[in-house]
């Protein structure tokens, strides 16, 4: 199985001197092209600062990460944006939306940068995707007159828009109730057995169980990793339950 | 407490908080310069006045004079407390050389008198009467103050040597706009130059009560006096005095308006933005109780804070500058006698400028009230934003590139924000254009309709009426000359509504040779048309196709206005005509010629003025920027001014509105970054919205220019005699170079302005 993204022995440490501390401190990790995975993890423990990593978003401190063949590490910040504008997907738990722009616009805004006489193909593009998330009245709705479900779904529509490689969510459920959140979860699931690979940050036991592996972490490391069948079935309740017994036997 | 939060303040934000010390200091600066400079204008002029003693009521004449009947006319007269008349040895310019400067080009009227006996004294620099020694010679203040002479020079005079002992000022001919300079030698050395030069007559008079002084001119010129010559009173005296110093401290005092406007709308724009950016803390101090005056007070106390010191840093450096312009004022006027109390107006000025930037900021401070405390914490954003300009969508865009787009979305979508930007290009925009326009025109060569001149090359004006034959036959007889007319100016007695006389200048002569423009109406053709200078209409209430009275050797002639006319000259006060007339007294005879061959201007100026020595002979452009020259270059030099000034204003301006919305948009440009848009992506897109907002501002700026700037700029120029007004534009720096500077200095200051972008971390804006 092909790695889409590898993390190796990664340190990234913030504050100066005395006070510097290692947020992520020699995490190493492997994503496989067609995997859905999450990390669990109290406050402060490094899981977003592991995802922004990897994503190419912030830099580290020591370490390497490879994204399908490329050393992060070694290219400039022109390059990184273009990867991760055409090969990465993002979902925020906050709708990361641009106030002046309708939702349409919203979804189409990073695949069009480069493409602006493919306008047309672009919009019928984002309306396919709207249309599969379930707000496709939404298209000229301003970000202020949706609901938060609504918006994490646009903001799905958007990091599907390039195809891309691997699609990273941050707490994409956190600020959702429990209905939305798994309808979110529905659709992230299909996105991955459509062959996308998944990487979520949570601290919500429900959302974890619905991947197929888990690595949880505390103090900068990753401390114990959960293994679960990647088809869920009905077997979520016992799903959870394991990923609880997990977090209560490590302690977070 | 409230210390360590304005100190914390103020070093989160030293760039903008510099530029808003900038602003208000500059406006201080200028508001304290005003008022330093109108009570020192005032008191000098008041004590230049007072110690010359200046006549109440002055009436040149050339010509015959009857001494008799003024003496018994002042007798008469129960409010005349003073008369005297003091002779003006007129003499031409070639005639007078100061060291090593002769004042051939002059086309001043240089005269030499002795010192008066019983007022308008002449005095010198410390302000005292002059007492003159025989072989000493003083010498008006303008001369020094051009660098013509210098104390102790020789100057010769139709070739008699005297010393230059020193300089004089003059209450009545000091100003620039006063035609005449005189020139001070003693009694003995007078009468020595007497045969040298024409003798004019000052009839002088200092009344008991000078409120009565309309009374009087109307008693002066109903008796039939010796009226040969302009009127000027003390009134006009003053206002000629104080003129060109007033029209600094009027522009002075325009553009402190302009820069306290700016001021306020910068400390708006960054009050605005940081409200929006602590809306959550306003939220949370409203909703754990704190009340709205205290939370009011943290804000309130960083903006005192600011505006005390920019308004101290502004009072000295007034102080400073106060100096340089005040030299003028010393030169010809001498020192104020209210000095001290020009420094306690001046801090008076800047506690206004204080006051008004506290009272607007709590202005501003008003919209807490309508913060609610449970949206503020749940959103932290007011909620009633709308977005604009919903049809400009990006998926329907096909015109601009998707970075350009969003850059002018976010304008389009963040109207108010932007508006206080575009108002500053605005004001840019119209203050760079307007001086550039009225300098451009007043230098150019269609300017001359404005001053009641036609178009020849070159004008021969004398006030020996004996010897215009000569120069006409001359004229006549010179092969190089295409075409020429000769206009000669007399004074006439014009019937008045209430029965009395006054005085009007007539030109007659042939005035289809040389036309000018008229703003109503045409040319005199027929003998009983005249047309009016366009003060002179207005005085008089006369318009086209109206009747006026002259009375010509006792005898009534009715005249019908042809037309109106702009005149900047004599005062703006003329009348031209075509009847012949042989009795009133020639004031003088202008001989215009129109040369075949206009490379012979220079040599035929050289050749008719050593033929004609008693006349005065200039090349029409010459003469034209002899006489406006000192106006044209002070508006020239006030145009560039007004360049570097607003393109300081527009840099330092677009540099703190970046700055500021780089601050507030640090989410939306991590969000950016996030999906793949790189630090060249918003660049682009904050270069957008400057460009754009500048465009907008340059079209506008320009519009309101070419509209409302003509019309301010026709006012000024009325007020000396213009009627009609139209900008000459010159395309090329209006529409090309002032836009390009203006671009070139908006860019630089937004790629300054946005170097912070690039360094905005994603993770540190949108990690939850």
Redesign the interface.
Known sequence: MNKIVIGDNIVKSFGEGIEQRNILDGVSVEINEDEFVSVMGPSGSGK??LM?ALSG??GINSGKVVFDNKDLSAIG??QL??????EMG?I???P???????I??NI???S??DN?KN?LK??EK?RTLMEKVGISELE?R?I?QVSGGQLQRAGIC?ALMNSPKIIFG??PT?ALNSQSAQEIMDILSEINTEGTAVMLVTHDAKVAARTERIMFMRDGKIVSELKLPKSVGVNIDSRIEKVTAKMLEIGI | MYNRIIRNDILKSKAITLTTVIFVAAAAMLVSLAAILVINLTGALDTLMEKAETPHFMQMHSGEIDRHRLTAFAEQNNNVEEYQVVEFLGMDGSQIILGDNSLTNSVQDNGFSIQSEKFDYLLDLNGDIINISDGEIYVPVAYMKDNTAELGDTAVISGKEFTIAGFLRDSTMNSSLSASKRFLVSSNDFVEIKDLGNIEYLIEFRLKDYSKIGEFETAYASAGLEANGPTVTYTLFKTMNAISDGLMIAVILLVSVLVIAIAFMSIRFTLLAKIEDDYREIGVMKAIGLRLSDIKKIYLAKYAVIAAAGSILGFILSLMFQGVLLENIRVYMGESENAPLAIGLGIIGILLVFLAIVAYVNLVLKRFRKISAAEAIRFGTS?E?K?GA?RF??????VF???IF?GI??VL??KRLYGTMLLVLVISAFIIIVPQNLYNTISSKSFIQYMGIGSYDLRIQTSDHEKTDDIVQTIESDSDVSKYAVLTTKTFKVKTSNESGENMKVELGDHSAFPIEYSVGRAPVRDDEIALSAINADEMSKKVGDVITLINEGKEKELKVSGIYSDVTNGGKTAKAVFTDNSANVMWTIVCVELSDKSFVDSKVLGYSSEFDFAKTSDINEFVSQTLGSTINSVEIASYAAVAVALVITTLVTLLFMKMLVAKDRY?IA???????????IKVQYVSRSVFVLIVGIILGTLLANTVGEIFAGALISSFGASTFNFAVNPLSAYLVSPLMMISMVLIATVIGIARAGQI???EN???
């Not at chain 1, 990361?96 to 722009?101: D, G, H, I, P, S």
């Not at chain 2, 969508?393 to 096909?398: A, G, Q, Y």
């Open positions: 977003s600062t922004f978003m912030d910040e022109k944006s273009d990867i991760r504008r055409s993002f925020f738990q906050q990361t939306m641009l106030k002046n722009l309708n349409l616009d189409i805004l990073p069009i940068r602006r306008a672009i919009s984002a000229k301003n202020t958007r941050d707490e956190g | 909620k934003k977005v919903k969508t990006l998926s329907s865009n096909r590139s998707t970075n969003l979305k976010d979508a963040r939306s969000v950016m970054k996030a999906f793949g848009f790189t630090n060249s992506d971390k994603i993770s949108i990690k939850e």
